[in-house]
């Protein structure tokens, strides 16, 4: 549609927005070159509807009554993919901040649900390529900003190891739907830890690629800096074979390098890991009021188990980690309301494919609707707002000067260790958070568990969460760290363990679960 020129009221309210210091003859003075600067909107309209792709018919539901017990799944398709490929036969959810064209996709927010994708992410292409059947849309958190399952507009997400506890987040069906078998293989979004959280928290393989090695492209962006798609899984295997499958540059993200060498990850875990060197971070465990003993020692359990398998491993201590995770906080509150919230997502200025039409839908939503946010987006917000309008993004350009040494003080450790390890959160998963429980007790239980997971989405680096010894009768996940592209040791280590434990148990609830809802 036509871009509507600003009315004499709406245009003052412009010019005093910005102290432009226009009267009311300056305001009509400006007032036709305003208007008249928006031919070029309209006729850049016209040029994208005549080459913009078409929306693809495909058969989709809303999950049927007494098929989503765990509140996991948002929509059901099935979508085939090639008759045949590594993945024939297996089955996929897709997290739904990620594009299946034709298919709708909400992000976990009242103000995206009801947009229609007209493409596909790269991601779901490479995948149905590669043979595998698309069979849903996986439920995430509101906007993919919490660590918990409780924000989502359509409900809490149970775990199926106790229905009466979180999943985690914000990749949280994804998560319940592999640890209740009702699906082979998931993608998953990592920004503050949404792939390995989940997966710690509800025993499943989680696998956070090194930043750019999977193109992010169709997937709802929360900040350039942080912004991962990764594959989740019951095996290591799968995972490998999936992050082949997904990795490598698309030539539409601007997050990816300019080459990326080719890896065969699933013939690479077969190479083994002995006499890998394993370091054991020191500042990843007793994190204060906060860290639970039983999962610190499950994890210092595993390590053992690691050396038996023919690893070495030494306590190491990286004090960039709990540096780290200040310069993600700061990253993921001015730049989160600089990109997610002002910018709708996309923000400007970088080469990439943007997506217009779910730019538009979120941001009139958004403009509206703004009450409609869960607590977590609407703390951030209000925070990185103060911060920029009274800083002016200098702590952002400061966190983000910083990176490189916070990349350094892993990349030393890692000269000496081939991976690092630590718990992948510090804690057990905890109740779901009842609907009238107070504002901060919600944005605590959302965001506590990240301490661990984060700082490795501002450096970038690889990490694999793989299920340890669970405590209380709750998972535990061990996270494996890496050098940066070096994702195939990550898998490796974690191929080593899962060899070792001989295979990653399955939740004890069954037909008992309490339903969704």
């Known amino acids: 549609m036509p871009v509507t020129p600003p009315t004499p009221e709406q245009l003052a309210a412009l010019a005093a927005r910005d102290g432009l210091g226009l009267d009311e003859a300056g305001l009509a003075a400006f007032a036709p070159l305003v208007e008249g600067s928006f031919g070029a909107y309209d006729r850049v309209e016209e040029l994208w509807a005549a080459q913009a792709p078409a929306t693809p018919q495909r058969e989709w539901s809303w999950p049927a009554e007494g098929e989503n017990r765990w509140g996991a799944w948002y929509a059901r398709c099935h979508i085939e993919g090639a008759p045949d490929g590594p993945l024939a036969g297996r089955t996929l959810a897709v997290k739904d901040n990620t594009a299946v064209a034709g298919v ?3 992000n976990g927010s009242r103000l995206i649900d009801g947009f229609v994708p007209s493409r596909d992410a790269t991601v779901v292409t490479r995948l149905l390529d590669a043979g595998v059947t698309v069979t ?6 509101d906007l993919c900003f919490s660590g918990a399952s409780h924000t989502s507009h ?5 775990n199926p190891w106790d ?18 078998g009702e699906v082979d293989l998931a993608t998953g979004g990592d920004q503050g830890g949404s792939v390995r959280m989940p997966a710690a928290m509800s025993g499943i393989v989680g696998h956070k690629p090194t930043h750019g090695l ?6 709802f962006p929360i900040e350039a800096t942080i912004d991962h798609l990764g594959p989740m899984t019951r095996t290591v295997a799968d995972a490998a074979l999936a992050l082949g499958i997904m990795a490598g540059r698309d030539g539409l993200d601007p997050r990816q390098p300019d080459t990326i060498a080719p890896v065969d990850y699933l013939r690479e875990i077969q190479r083994g890991a002995e006499g890998l060197r394993v370091g054991v971070v020191s500042e990843g465990f007793g994190h204060a009021g906060l860290s639970v003993p039983a999962v610190d020692a499950s994890v210092r359990d595993a390590v053992e188990t690691l050396t038996r398998a023919g690893l070495t491993a030494e306590e190491v201590s990286v004090p960039w980690h709990r540096h780290a995770f200040d310069l993600w906080t700061v990253v993921a509150t001015d730049g989160v309301v600089a990109q997610m919230i002002e910018g709708n997502g996309w923000g400007m200025n970088w080469e990439g494919l943007y997506d ?3 730019i538009a839908h979120y941001g009139r939503a958004r403009a509206a609707g703004g009450h409609l946010f869960s607590d977590t987006v609407k703390m951030v917000t209000m925070a990185g707002r103060h911060a920029l309008a009274t800083e002016h993004g200098r702590h952002y350009a400061m966190a983000r000067n910083l990176l490189p040494a916070a990349r350094a003080g892993y990349d030393a450790a890692l000269a000496q260790y081939d991976v690092l390890v630590m718990p992948t959160v510090p804690i057990l998963a905890t109740p779901i958070v009842a609907d009238d429980a107070p504002v901060a007790e ?17 450096t970038g680096h690889p990490a694999t969460s793989v299920p340890a010894a669970p405590a209380d009768g709750l998972p535990v996940g061990l996270m494996i760290i890496g050098r940066q592209f070096d994702d195939a040791t990550c898998l490796r280590v974690a191929h080593a363990f899962e060899q070792a434990v001989g295979g990653f148990p399955s939740p004890p609830v069954a037909a008992s679960a309490v339903p969704a809802g």
């Open 136 to 141: 849903g849309k996986s439920v995430c958190e």
């Open 154 to 158: 359509t409900g809490p997400v149970r």
């Open 163 to 180: 229905p009466s506890r979180i999943t985690g987040g914000s990749s949280s069906g994804s998560a319940a739907l592999l640890a209740a």
């Open 442 to 458: 919600g944005v605590a239980r959302a965001l506590e568990m990240i301490v661990n997971t984060a700082p490795t989405d501002v």
């Open 214 to 219: 999977v193109p992010y492209t169709g997937a």
């Open 104 to 106: 709708p996709m909400a």
């Open 356 to 358: 217009p039409d779910l």
